[in-house]
């Protein structure tokens, strides 16, 4: 839990000092903004639930923090980096606590757009490590950790809400792999949610 913890503060540190000297600018100006050439920049931090599926323990539910940045090449494409750390405190059928650190990046789409709302698809590919156990009997349990290559596939919805700043909320099928009684690697089907608070570092011009 004291790991948890202190990922949750490293991340909000990191996020605060980004973000404050953008606030200040943002603050600082007058008139009309200018226009917006290159890529548009935001940055995301938010709560995670990951439904995570273990052999004998049918599906957990990890939570913990998602952090990711988007960088949006056109009013259609663009790109993420997302990371995510969930943790559980107990596993069925054990006394162990589990935790899942997933790093992903990928290509984002966004087909739909009215207004400050944006619906948006993507695929990442990356790495996931997944610490946990499995029940072996009414007595026993495996455990252990596993890093293996992961990928996620979803969407989801993006509203501003007050000048550079937004919400998020997405789903994705997250497919990971875990270790099974026998001790055989065996893939995992997840379901993963994730709600957030973006700040948009570098707009793209309104109507483009």
């Not at 540190?13 to 603050?27: C, D, E, K, S, Y």
Request: hydrophobic share 40%; proline share 7%.
């Amino acid at each position: 839990m004291r790991n948890a913890i202190r990922t949750i503060r490293k991340a909000c540190f990191l996020v605060f000092v980004l973000v404050a000297p953008a606030l200040t600018q943002n603050w600082q100006e007058r008139g009309p903004a200018p226009a917006v050439t290159g890529p548009a920049y935001d940055i995301s931090i938010g709560y995670s639930n990951l439904f995570m599926a273990i052999p004998g323990a049918q599906h957990v539910s990890f939570n913990g923090l998602d952090l990711s940045g988007h960088a949006d090449f056109s009013p259609r494409w663009g790109a993420i980096l997302d990371t995510s750390y969930v943790r559980t405190h107990n596993i069925p059928g054990t006394p162990h606590a589990g935790y899942a650190f997933t790093g992903h990046i990928g290509p984002v789409f966004y087909p739909i757009q009215h207004g400050g709302t944006r619906i948006f698809v993507h695929a990442l590919v990356g790495a996931a490590v997944i610490d946990g156990a499995v029940p072996q009997s009414k007595t026993a349990y495996y455990e252990g950790w596993l890093v293996r290559p992961s990928y996620a596939l979803g969407g989801g919805v993006e509203q501003s809400v007050s000048g550079p700043f937004a919400l998020r909320v997405s789903g994705d099928y997250l497919r990971t792999s875990f270790l099974n009684a026998a001790g055989a690697v065996r893939p995992q089907d997840n379901l993963r949610l994730t709600a957030s608070i973006v700040f948009r570092l570098r707009r793209h011009r309104s109507g483009t």
